[in-house]
């Protein structure tokens, strides 16, 4: 895997080179890409690469009810595919059974 931000290979470790080693942070960025994105206001450029399920059920509220958006339209707009937003509804709703059974 590679930092999506510099290109560089990420979580790799050299002995012989130990300043190369690059560890992966977040949005798919190295440590140092992730902090330089944060600084300079660009991190919003890079989606999630998990979501809450809290957060991603707030997020596709506000782009099916209030922007219109379909289903599919308002994955892709959080960078996600319409299934695995499907599947993270569903087992959201199984938890909440659970919870209340």
Known sequence: MNCRRCGRELATWDA?????????????LDQRCYGQAAYDGTLIDYPRATWPVEL????????????????????????????????????????QEKVSA
């Open 16 to 28: 012989d080179d130990p300043a190369a080693y690059r560890r992966y942070n977040a949005r798919g």
């Open 56 to 95: 991603l059920l707030e997020e596709l509220a506000v782009l099916t009810g209030s922007r219109g958006m379909t289903l599919r339209e308002a994955a892709a707009e959080l960078g996600l595919k319409k299934d695995s937003v499907v599947c993270a509804i569903r087992r959201h709703r199984k938890r």
